[in-house]
């Protein structure tokens, strides 16, 4: 076999890279955590605009689809993206109206009711005889209030200097304003030329990667975004439905906070299986702080609503639309959730739903080849 010098030169080249990598690697991996910190911005940028795209592509396929008016051809892009920019920041607005505002009262409120729950406590245990006398005095002269206060200010302001802490706030302020700002001016960018941008990426595909390596790049990409974005699609109307069931549920129960409960339990059931625990979680303590017998309640009610919308709903919302078999979603959750957190449990199901697909294609391609491998052994 002839061994061409342009096929020696690229092993060399490769081994010295890799011998580079290796050696470097704490500096090398520095670098990289220096470009990805620096590149944070543009990744948000990026996710912004995929989210956005989505509702943009909906509003674009409304936006007079049979009209061949040169002004709605050229107005399409810009008002359905200016469009769907409003509806976002609407969504978000509307859920942040309904749930800070009742669960900071909830959260003041509760912290008012401690002194004077622990002061019962105190006075329960004493009655009781269980504690040694001189223990159950030092307890009465304590000042549960005041304790609290300084419990709380200590949390909230930490136990460095005032101006530290008002320093590091006004940064972290000010570095989140600017990253939100470059992520948003991206984003903008992203969606307006996003053609051009998908076509140049095309232009270098084609130029510097095989044609079959382009096709199969291609493919994945596309059935990677295809559960992207039927994962966010199906996740969202799940969410819908899951709030809007439970506030009525709420409402003919007549619990408490039943409006903000719903929008919160909606909020966080776009996390995959675990999100609606926990917004049951803050909704049943801030129900505490009304009655707890309707706390108890209102967790036995969303138990079972729990059990409605997983075995109905959310297979059929979401679990066919991304052609992933449960099993599979409790472990993408559980993965993704231990590797990076709640990003992990939202990026786990649609990135296990892409390769559950391709896998299966694959597996699908082999016993034809193998059929015909066995009914054709010379390949003719």
Excluded at 327 to 350: D, K, Q
Aim: hydrophobic letters at 55%.
């Amino acid at each position: 076999m002839k061994v061409e010098w342009k096929s020696l030169l690229r092993i060399g080249v490769g081994i010295f890279l890799l011998y580079l990598g290796i050696h470097y690697w704490p500096s090398l991996s520095g670098l990289l955590g220096t470009i990805f910190s620096a590149a944070i911005p543009l990744i948000i940028g990026c996710a912004i605009a995929y989210f956005i795209n989505i509702l943009m592509s909906w509003f674009e396929k409304h936006y007079f689809p049979h009209s061949d008016k040169k002004i709605v051809k050229n107005s399409r892009r810009i008002v359905c993206m200016i469009a769907a920019i409003i509806t976002m920041i609407a969504i978000i607005a509307l859920v942040i109206a309904l749930i800070l505002p009742q669960l900071t009262d909830c959260v003041m409120l509760l912290i008012n009711e401690i002194p004077s729950a622990i002061d019962k406590t105190i006075t329960y245990i004493d009655e009781l005889g269980v504690l040694p006398e001189n223990i159950m005095d030092s307890l009465d002269k304590i000042d549960w209030k005041s304790r609290i206060g300084q419990i709380i200010n200590v949390l909230t302001t930490g136990v460095g200097s005032v101006v530290d802490v008002a320093f590091k706030t006004v940064t972290s302020i000010f570095s989140g304003t600017v990253t939100a700002l470059v992520a948003i001016i991206f984003s903008v960018y992203i969606l307006v030329g996003k053609e051009k941008i998908g076509s140049q990426l095309k232009r270098l595909m084609g130029r510097y990667i095989k044609p079959t390596v382009s096709v199969k790049i291609s493919h994945v990409l596309s059935v990677i975004n295809d559960c992207f974005h039927k994962f966010i699609v199906g996740q969202c109307t799940e969410a819908v439905i899951l709030g809007v069931l439970c506030t009525i549920g709420m409402l003919i129960f007549r619990f408490p906070y039943a409006t903000m409960i719903g929008a919160l339990i909606a909020f966080t059931a776009l996390i995959p299986i675990a999100g609606a625990y926990i917004g049951a979680g803050v909704g049943a303590f801030m129900i505490l702080t009304v009655s707890p017998i309707k706390a108890l309640l209102f967790l036995v009610y969303i138990v079972i609503l729990q059990q409605l919308e997983g075995n109905i709903i959310y297979p059929k919302v979401v679990g066919s639309s991304i052609g992933l078999p449960g099993i599979w979603v409790l472990a993408a959750v559980t993965i993704g959730g231990g590797v990076m957190g709640v990003v992990g449990m939202l990026l786990g199901v649609p990135l296990a739903a892409a390769a559950y697909r391709l896998l299966r294609e694959d597996v699908k391609k082999a016993p034809a080849a193998s059929t015909v491998s066995a009914a054709d052994p010379a390949g003719v």
